[in-house]
T-cell receptor, first 112, second 112 residues
Framework: DQQVKQNSPSLSVQEGRISILNCDYT??????FLWYKKYPAEGPTFLIS?????DKNEDGRFTVFLNKSAKHLSLHIVPSQPGDSAVYFC???????????FGTGTSLTVIP | EPEVTQTPSHQVTQMGQEVILRCVPI?????FYWYRQILGQKVEFLVS????????KSEIFDDQFSVERPDGSNFTLKIRSTKLEDSAMYFC??????????FGPGTRLTVL
């Protein structure tokens, strides 16, 4: 069951630069997407969401882009800060329910 | 800020024993969820609960598992006859509606 994929297990970025985390999905019924950040020994923390009626949502340093035709979404963090170092998960939900399918995560390291 | 709490933080049990994992969701939330994350793997949906009944469950959530909302605040996951492969982090989450879910810090279950 790989309905949501994050193909990059890790990413390193210099402080102040842009971090781009990618996520692909296969189920065309997905219509709501979220990004979570997770620190070790803690639960995932909600970052930002987007519904399929939009192609962009912005919240401070975080912007999520959705390309429905490509079944692809990305999270941009600008500027990246050392405190952003964590594992980032994308999650998607179909319009038929509220079960969320998670990707495998991308570990982001922001280098000071 | 309100948060989801989980107890215990770590549970060690012998194979074949029953365990109960406890969660206190955010008080005005109506939807409750359990997820698990086996070490090194993705977060997996187990079950969602709304209006005092299961609304969705995954293939993982078989007869070994059950959920209950025994009172107005607690939400529990019971695992009967635990197996070695049940060892994982178990996360509880809650949400007001079909949108962002707030996660608890997790319970680490170790089955010996």
């Amino acid at each position: 069951d790989q309905q949501v994929k994050q193909n990059s297990p890790s990413l390193s970025v210099q402080e102040g630069r842009i971090s781009i985390l990618n996520c692909d999905y296969t189920n065309s019924m997905f219509d709501y997407f979220l990004w979570y950040k997770k620190y070790p020994a803690e639960g995932p923390t909600f970052l930002i969401s987007i519904s399929s009626i939009k192609d962009k949502n912005e919240d401070g340093r975080f912007t999520v882009f959705l390309n429905k035709s490509a079944k692809h979404l990305s999270l941009h963090i600008v500027p990246s800060q050392p405190g952003d170092s964590a594992v980032y998960f994308c999650a998607a939900s179909p319009n038929t329910g509220n079960q969320f399918y998670f990707g495998t995560g991308t570990s982001l390291t922001v280098i000071p | 800020e309100p948060e989801v709490t989980q107890t215990p933080s770590h549970q060690v049990t012998q194979m074949g024993q029953e365990v109960i994992l406890r969660c206190v969701p955010i008080s005005n939330h109506l939807y409750f969820y359990w997820y698990r994350q086996i070490l090194g793997q993705k977060v997996e949906f187990l079950v969602s609960f709304y209006n005092n009944e299961i609304s969705e469950k995954s293939e993982i959530f078989d007869d070994q598992f059950s959920v209950e909302r025994p009172d107005g605040s607690n939400f529990t996951l019971k695992i009967r006859s635990t197996k070695l492969e049940d060892s994982a982090m178990y996360f509880c989450a809650s949400s007001e509606a079909r949108d962002r879910q707030f996660f608890g810090p997790g319970t680490r279950l170790t089955v010996l």
